[in-house]
Each structure stands twice: as structure tokens, then as C-alpha cells.
């Protein structure tokens, strides 16, 4: 039997100031955690240092996480957990497979260009997760690989599934790998640039 409405209202927590400002740090030190993983690395950042660049004391950081590894896995799991969700959302808007395909590479591109830093925390230090988290972060992905495979099966379903996979794979690693190397070019285009270039690469990889 279903609670009155007035009941169920009552169990859900109020949205307060209160709330929003702890929600507002906790992105905050994810966001500098994910800076100071991809340049240290995750054994070479303390508790300390994360708390100092979101502009909190080391001991502060424990409102928010248990522990170091708790920040890592909010790093990897969010941004995991942001790529699915929007890239479900992106398909879901699209009007047909060839525009379900565009979008997903430009929604991707844009992940990439602004999240180098999470990228680059991925590739290094994925292995120190927590078993758990490990684990959740690569169902997050595999889901989202699928997706690609879905909408590609759409446009050609005379490729068999596992090629679809390789070729998302090789767009993935040509898209995420960019961003990142290309701030060390003496003469970097702008994002602009970077993500009409990268738009092209990827759709003439998978469509090829």
C-alpha cells in the first residue's frame, strides 16, 4: 500500500543552501583531484594537497570522502557515469542513425577537450581503485561502448558486432589521446579547431 502523498513528500530531504555548498565543494575537490592525479599522479597527491586546491584544510576533505581512494573513484565513476548518461541522452534526441552517430562524436569530442586531465587519470591510475569501484567504473564504460555499437549497427548492420566494437575502441583512443598532447604543440589550434578536426577523423574512422 502506497503512503499518502504528504508522507512521501516528508522522506525526501529538503534542498538547502546548506546542501548545495557541500555539493559544491565536493565537485570542487573532485575537480582539483582530477588535476593533481593527472600530473603527480595518484601515490604522489596527499589528502592535504587536494584539500589545500579546492581551498578546504586536509582534514576537511573527510566530510566529503573517507578516504583518497574515495576521491579517485568519485573522479573516475562521475565522469563514467556523466558519459553514459549523456550519451544515452544524445541518442535518445537524435533524429535517426547517421545523426544518432554525429552527435555521439561531438558529444564524445567535447568530453574529451574539456576532461584532458580525467583522461589522463583513467590511463594511470584505474589500477588504484578499490576492487568495488574497478569494477563499476568498466560497467559504466563497457555500457557506453555499446551504445556506440548500437547506433553504428544502425547504420551498417552487415558489420558484425565485434568489428563495431574495435572501430568505437579506435575512435575512442583517437579522440581521448588529442586534447591532451596537443597542449604540448609549440603552435595548438584553439578547441575550435581541435574539435572540428577531431569530429572529422573519428567519423571518417567509423564510417570508413
Request: proline letters at 4%.
Amino acid at each position: 500500500m502506497s503512503p499518502p502523498a504528504e508522507t512521501a513528500a516528508e522522506t525526501v530531504a529538503p534542498v538547502t543552501a546548506r546542501s548545495l555548498r557541500k555539493a559544491d565543494r565536493r565537485d570542487a575537490l573532485v575537480a582539483a583531484a582530477a588535476a593533481l592525479f593527472a600530473e603527480r599522479g595518484f601515490a604522489g597527491v596527499t589528502l592535504e594537497d587536494l584539500g589545500s586546491a579546492a581551498g578546504v584544510s586536509g582534514p576537511a576533505v573527510y566530510r566529503h570522502f573517507p578516504g583518497k581512494g574515495a576521491v579517485l573513484a568519485a573522479v573516475l565513476v562521475d565522469a563514467s557515469r556523466g558519459l553514459l548518461d549523456g550519451g544515452r541522452t544524445t541518442v535518445e534526441r537524435a533524429e535517426d542513425a547517421d545523426g544518432a552517430l554525429r552527435d555521439l562524436i561531438a558529444f564524445h569530442v567535447d568530453f574529451a577537450v574539456a576532461n584532458a586531465d580525467v583522461i589522463r587519470v583513467q590511463d594511470q591510475d584505474l589500477a588504484s581503485l578499490p576492487d568495488d569501484e574497478a569494477h563499476e567504473v568498466r560497467r559504466l564504460q563497457r555500457a557506453y561502448v555499446e551504445l556506440w555499437v548500437d547506433v553504428l549497427g544502425r547504420l551498417r548492420d552487415d558489420r558484425p558486432a565485434a568489428e563495431r566494437r574495435v572501430r568505437a575502441h579506435a575512435a575512442f583512443g583517437l579522440i581521448n589521446s588529442t586534447p591532451h598532447s596537443a597542449r604540448d604543440l609549440d603552435h595548438r589550434p584553439d578547441d575550435r579547431e581541435v574539435r572540428a578536426i577531431l569530429e572529422q577523423m573519428a567519423w571518417a574512422s567509423l564510417t570508413a
